[in-house]
């Protein structure tokens, strides 16, 4: 069982930057950040395999946010900059086993989720 925990989410205005954290406990070897506003799909928007230290982008985030963890702390971060208003959105964490070394969790079904946390970009 994998317990996430995010947190960092809030107000923002355009241009600006965020730091969102997510804790994690139990046992896993990728993760990921998704996003998704309420009428819409979920975006998965970049992911981590932790064995290897990959890590994966989509193409509407890629330049802008990084994707990092802290293995000590148990803890994996994403940083977002140049925030735009069509980044606003509920930000989710995910965990799961995925094999090998460098395979992608953008291309998974992860099966552990945590509650969000809400980021808001203000133009």
């Known amino acids: 069982q994998v317990h996430l925990a995010e947190s960092g989410g809030g107000p923002v205005q355009t241009g600006g930057s965020l730091k969102l954290s997510c804790v994690a406990s139990?046992?896993?070897?990728?993760m990921a950040w998704a996003r998704q506003i309420p009428g819409a799909g979920r975006e998965d928007v970049a992911g981590?395999?932790?064995?290897?230290?990959?890590?994966y982008y989509s193409d509407s985030v890629k330049g802008r946010f990084t994707i990092s963890r802290d293995s000590a702390k148990n803890t994996l971060y994403l940083q977002m900059s140049n925030l735009q208003p069509e980044d606003s959105a509920m930000y989710y964490c995910?965990?799961?086993?995925?094999?090998?070394?460098?395979?992608?969790?953008?291309?998974?079904?992860?099966?552990?989720w945590g509650q969000g946390t809400q980021v808001t970009v203000s133009s």
């Open positions: 139990g046992t896993y070897t990728c």
């Open positions: 981590i395999h932790i064995i290897s230290d990959h890590t």
């Open positions: 995910a965990a799961d086993y995925c094999p090998g070394r460098d395979s992608n969790p953008l291309e998974r079904a992860l099966a552990y």
